[in-house]
């Protein structure tokens, strides 16, 4: 079956400081993945996608690449901020699967000042 | 960018009764919503995917009857709980999609069965 990996959290991060949250999946076919991100109380917002191998998915400063080699999608952002402070899924869905997605476990994100 | 909404944001009811959580694309046509519940500090877990004008597609361990869910328009969807029990008070997210595999998620609701 399909399933994403995400890394443990809470992650606390200074603000500058350099993030990485880990995402590894297996999958059936060639998924699409995305990173989305929930503030508290809220529902999730599509942070970044790719689609297919070595595309690099970007916003608002986060990145993350599709490895196809590794099967990952690591997070990443140089300089975090307090207000990136958040839940951050991975997930990834497949053609034909009426784009139903699969979620990771979420990690929680704290940056302090 | 695509807006989905939710209504309510939040819900307190008694147990026994029913209630229903609207999710409404507001600026494209949603061939598809999906229907998401959420337990504290978890994943989401999805509950149903529904078509615009057909039954909607439960996941395996969700009772179609507890939770009715109506896909009446293609802009709007409905999840009712019904008979609900404390044990349903989750958050409840739902998404849209219009076309291709992006979906677009609602800011969920809340409900706090008593």
């Known amino acids: 079956g399909n399933s994403v990996t995400q890394m443990e959290g809470p992650v606390t991060l200074s603000e500058e400081a350099f993030l990485t949250i880990n995402c590894t999946y297996t999958a059936t076919g060639y998924p699409s993945l995305f990173w989305y991100v929930q503030y508290p109380g809220e529902g999730l917002q599509l942070l970044l996608k790719?689609?297919?191998?070595?595309d690099k998915g970007s916003n608002k400063g986060f990145e993350a690449t599709y490895r196809k080699e590794t099967t990952s999608f690591h997070l990443e952002k140089g300089s975090v901020q307090v207000s990136d402070s958040a839940v951050y899924f991975c997930?990834?869905?497949?053609?034909?699967?009426?784009?139903?997605?699969?979620f990771g476990t979420g990690t929680r994100l704290q940056v302090t000042l | 960018g695509a807006v989905v909404s939710q209504h309510p944001s939040r819900v307190i009811c008694k147990s026994g009764t029913s209630v229903k959580i609207e999710c409404r694309s507001l600026?494209?046509?949603?061939?598809?919503m999906f229907w998401y519940r959420q337990f504290p500090k978890q994943s989401l877990m999805l509950m149903a995917t529904?078509?615009?004008?057909?039954?909607?597609?439960?996941e395996q361990g969700v009772e179609k009857d507890k939770f009715l869910i109506n896909h009446a328009s293609l802009t709007l969807s409905t999840l009712t709980v019904t008979s609900a029990h404390p044990e349903d008070s989750s958050f409840y997210i739902c998404?849209?999609?219009?076309?291709?595999?992006?979906?677009?998620f609602g800011p969920g609701t809340r409900l706090l069965v008593l």
């Open positions: 998404s849209a999609r219009e076309s291709g595999v992006y979906q677009y």
């Open positions: 790719a689609t297919k191998a070595d």
């Open positions: 529904s078509n615009e004008g057909s039954k909607a597609t439960y």
């Open positions: 997930a990834l869905t497949l053609t034909g699967t009426a784009s139903k997605l699969t």
């Open positions: 600026d494209f046509q949603a061939t598809t």
